[in-house]
């Protein structure tokens, strides 16, 4: 396709749809159960969410935009919900800003991310989704990439423009999604996830001029594992390392791996390589690939620049069949903003963004000690919201796992933040959760790690979820965790030997303004 004008084929009233898909996630709101929803972090007032969408800083607001079914608690045509801030501290949240209502998208308008244009406008590359046969994926589907552009300074109202790239679908095996837009060099430069007709998952990489005519150049990055089919959400970005050498990242949620070890435990896994890359060729990987985040609900993470850091949200996915949450009129939370960077051993780290502390509204240090063998320490007996850093003594402690319990309940339920000595893991265990997933995720610390003096766990436990930050986020797990009724405990136990504490701080946090 070559053109200067987007392909524009309405066959749906916007603000119809907007008003009908409003009114939906409200009915669900009116009847919305609050025990598992978030304090502190996004989620719609009604409905499912899944990928963070569109994120950006745009006129003085941060802006999450996110893939959103109004009409019920499952996966459905999407659309896009908005929340907006001007701290990213406190959310407000905006109208839906868009509803499938071209010929392109008629079954959703999907993933996809903003991008500041010369001019200062902010324009959105999305994915059209229909499905071939018209309702279901039994013939594939038929998936294409868009443009929209804010219409006002606050980003509500999203003026679509219609499809930019149409799918070469003798190329591909029906997966065309998720575009990623910035400027390289001086060039519009895109990529996107793809799975070819042999059902290899790569990353295809276009340029423009104009931002309307997109040229194929090459294929970033394909997948060498025989069992991922396709490459979604794909994203890529610049780091510097501490010597200040650049590197390239390249990240995607990876579909159709196998479980390996601690690796690959989710459906489907989202992770990254850190490498090299020149512009017109393929990224070259220096290191395998690697995942953003260890826990058991965590997907389609998606970045943006700015203020000079590299800022990541990601999609706390249920995966397994039914999430209890469901049943309350919602499913579905991003993690907190991440900030991305490499970190003096040259691995990824992410640690929750500054603005995350004022958040804070108590702050209870406790004082060092030693919790003895087989023994539990009741922390605090009940919170709701809480962030809790827990340096470890490695050198003095000698428990063959120790660590928190948070959610602990009268019923006996909890789920477990712990450090592993034999694994020389740190899991987040919910065997002894009341309902939900059960199983553990465990992040393998390395040798260095292990040897190290000490040992950081930065938890924050919301109502329904737990994230646990490891060693300034050398590694990451994000689970969710579904509570009983009553108290909210939070021990520290120690099984067989002792769990030595450096230092013990707990946080109240406060509401983000969303609920
Ligand atoms: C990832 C994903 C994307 C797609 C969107 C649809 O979770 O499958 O590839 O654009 O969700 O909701």
New binding site residues.
């Given amino acids: 396709m070559n053109n200067d004008n987007p392909v524009y084929t309405p066959i749906r009233d916007d603000e119809e749809e907007l008003a009908k898909a409003e009114a939906g996630a409200e009915s669900l709101e009116v009847e919305r159960t609050d025990r598992w929803y978030p304090k502190f972090h996004i989620a719609s007032n009604g409905g499912w969410i899944?990928?963070p969408n569109g994120l950006c800083r745009y006129k003085g607001r941060w802006h999450v935009y996110y893939?959103l079914f109004p009409y019920g608690t499952q996966?459905g045509a999407?659309h896009w919900g908005h929340v907006s801030s001007s701290d990213m501290v406190t959310w407000r949240r905006d109208p839906i800003a868009m509803a499938p209502t071209l010929e392109q998208e008629k079954d959703?308008v999907?993933?996809g991310s903003a991008v500041i244009d010369d001019e200062g406008g902010l324009k959105f590359y999305y994915?059209g989704h229909r499905w071939v046969n018209g309702k279901d994926d039994s013939d594939g589907q038929w998936q294409v990439q868009m443009l929209a552009e804010a219409a006002d300074d606050d980003a509500t109202r999203l003026d679509k423009k219609g499809m930019v790239i149409d799918c070469p679908r003798d190329k591909v095996d029906s997966h065309f999604?998720?575009p990623k837009v910035w400027k390289q060099d001086g060039v519009w430069t895109m990529i996107h996830g793809v799975s070819t007709s042999e059902k290899k998952g790569q990353i295809w990489l276009y340029t423009s001029e104009n931002m309307i005519d997109w040229k194929f150049s090459n294929v970033l990055y394909e997948s060498p594992d025989p069992d991922v089919f396709m490459l979604?959400?794909p994203d890529f970005f610049p780091l510097k390392d501490k010597d200040g050498n650049e590197k390239w990242v390249i990240c995607f949620?990876a579909q159709g791996a196998r479980p390996n070890g601690y690796m690959n435990r989710n459906k489907d896994n989202a992770g990254y390589m850190i490498g090299t890359w020149t512009p017109g060729e393929a990224f070259k990987p220096e290191t395998e690939f690697r995942l953003w985040d260890c826990g058991a609900n965590y997907?389609?993470p998606q970045s943006f620049e700015a203020d000079g850091r590299r800022i990541m949200y990601g999609w706390m996915s249920p995966f397994a069949g039914n999430a209890p949450m469901q049943s309350d009129g919602w499913c579905g939370q991003m993690t907190l903003p991440r900030e991305v960077f490499l970190g003096d051993d040259g691995d990824v780290h992410t640690v929750p963004v500054k603005e995350i502390e004022k958040l804070r509204i108590n702050t209870f240090e406790h004082v060092p000690r030693t919790i003895e063998t087989n023994e539990e320490a009741l922390v605090d007996e009940d919170k709701e919201a809480a962030e809790i850093e827990l340096d470890i003594d490695l050198k003095h402690s000698t428990s063959e796992r120790a660590g928190l319990k948070v959610h602990a309940t009268l019923d006996g339920s909890y789920t477990y933040v712990a450090f592993d000595q034999q694994a020389g893991t740190v899991v987040i265990d919910r065997a002894a959760a009341a309902r939900g997933d059960r199983g553990y995720r465990a992040a393998r610390l390395s040798d260095d790690e292990l040897q190290a003096d000490e040992l950081k766990l930065h938890v924050f436990v919301d109502r329904g979820s737990v994230e646990v930050y490891v060693n300034d986020g050398h590694y990451v797990l994000s689970s969710y965790s579904y509570p009983s009724d009553g108290p909210r405990a939070i021990k520290l136990t120690s099984e067989c030997g002792v769990l030595a504490i450096n230092r013990l701080a707990v946080h109240d946090i406060k509401s983000i303004g969303l609920e």
């Fill in positions: 899944n990928d893939q996966w999407c959703g999907f993933s994915t999604r998720d979604e959400c949620s997907y389609a």
